[in-house]
């Protein structure tokens, strides 16, 4: 049963080569083994580099849309009538083959090449409040594929140079000769001698076994802005992984994560903190001195404060990441009513209650509500 290549790039049948490409670069990210080593996450990366292989070549995309699978098993290059014709009975990619590119004298589509584009890399970097706000030059550590110095891409041993296919002559794909219900067809597929490139390497590089990278562990520096917000990316263009045969490197993603602050929480570029306030204070009023990320702020607290109050310090936020100016950052009080008191504290409130004209309510061991009730019922007045 062929596979569903549109599904594993979750796009439709009608997607453009461009959606194609970002859905393809965008699971590349998640489910790349330098990013996602879990085992499960590696076969579905081979799927989707499958999956891409596939849709992005026109002439497989369309034996796709007509049922078939490209990369599937099919049909043979020997068979009864020898070395160079195939049995009565041959595959579906045979015949699409024989339609598309594959048949009558060849024109198949050359040699593949042996450098190509890197993929992109992502890397996750974990950020203080103070260091999203302002912005910070932070150190970072990837593993990535870089191109070898030994061989500066190429994959041969030093004085050596990749020799002509003997198997496909240069061509990348061999021919054979198939008879099919449609009657005979020549159809072409990669060489396997040479996996399609034209070319063998007898001596490769030693270091990097004729890949023409390597991997290994860098230290950069990236620059990152001031106002970044959690999960936002920074692009740093072409320092991902170096393509196979020296080509052109991918991009690397840094993926910010700013840490939780013991102080303020953070709602896009406005701040919030919480400030106890005591009892007596609210009543009376005070002016309070605000830490903020960079400043001390005075803040007057007006008296007959009410809990839940805000204060608002404009511009004492995160600055803006696109733009002048920054957030504000709002003072949330929580007023804060004593639960224990002594007797001289208790009678002057009460004190203080009757000067108000405020009724004070009183529990007593006889005078309690369940008390009054139980009275009621056993017929006290």
């Known amino acids: 049963m062929a596979k569903d290549y ?4 979750g796009v439709s049948r009608e997607a453009s080569d461009d959606e194609i490409k970002r859905a ?44 078939g699978d ?30 598309f590119g594959g048949a009558a004298g060849g024109g198949g589509r050359g040699p593949r090449p042996r450098t190509r584009p890197g993929s992109d890399a992502i890397l996750r970097l974990e950020l203080d409040l103070p260091e999203t706000a302002f912005g910070v030059e932070a150190p970072i550590t990837v593993d990535t594929a870089v191109l070898c110095t030994t061989c500066s891409g190429a994959g041969t041993a030093a004085g050596t140079h990749p ?24 159809s072409a ?14 001596n490769p590089c030693p270091t990097c076994a004729g890949d023409g990278r390597v991997r290994t562990r860098r230290s950069l520096t990236v620059k990152i802005p001031a106002g970044v917000e959690d999960g936002m990316r920074i692009r740093l263009a072409q320092q991902g992984e170096v393509g196979p045969g020296g080509g052109t490197a991918g991009d690397l993603y840094v993926e910010i994560h700013e840490r939780p602050h013991d102080v303020f929480s953070r709602k896009g570029d406005d701040l919030h903190c ?14 309070l001195t605000i830490k903020t990320l960079d400043s001390e702020e005075p803040v007057d607290v007006k008296a007959g404060t009410q809990p839940g109050s805000m ?3 404009r511009a004492r936020g995160v600055p803006h990441l696109r733009g002048t100016g920054r957030g504000d950052l709002f003072v949330h009080l929580d007023v804060r009513t004593p639960t224990k008191l002594d007797a001289d504290q208790e009678q002057m409130l009460r004190e203080f209650a009757q000067t108000r004209g405020e009724e004070v309510a009183e529990l007593t061991k006889q005078g309690g509500f369940f008390s009054r009730m139980r009275d009621a019922f056993n017929g006290h007045a």
């Open 189 to 202: 597929r990669p060489c396997t001698a040479c996996q399609g490139h034209g070319t063998t390497i007898p």
């Open 70 to 99: 490209p990369l599937a098993p099919g049909g043979g290059g020997g068979g009864p009538g020898g070395p160079g014709e195939a049995g009565p009975f041959v595959g579906f990619q045979d015949i699409m083959d024989a339609f």
């Open 163 to 186: 020799e002509t296919c003997e198997a496909c002559g240069g061509r990348g794909e061999v021919q054979s000769v198939q008879r099919t219900f449609l009657g005979q067809v020549v």
């Open 6 to 9: 549109y599904g594993i790039l």
């Open 274 to 287: 919480r400030v106890a306030v005591p009892m007596t204070t609210a009543a009376l009023g005070t002016r």
């Open 24 to 67: 393809y670069r965008k699971l590349a990210r998640q489910y790349h083994p330098d990013v996602n080593p879990d085992a499960a996450a590696q076969e579905k990366f081979k799927d989707i580099n499958a999956a891409y292989e596939v849709l992005s070549d026109d002439r497989k995309r369309q034996i796709v849309d007509l049922g």
């Open 311 to 313: 204060l608002r310090l």
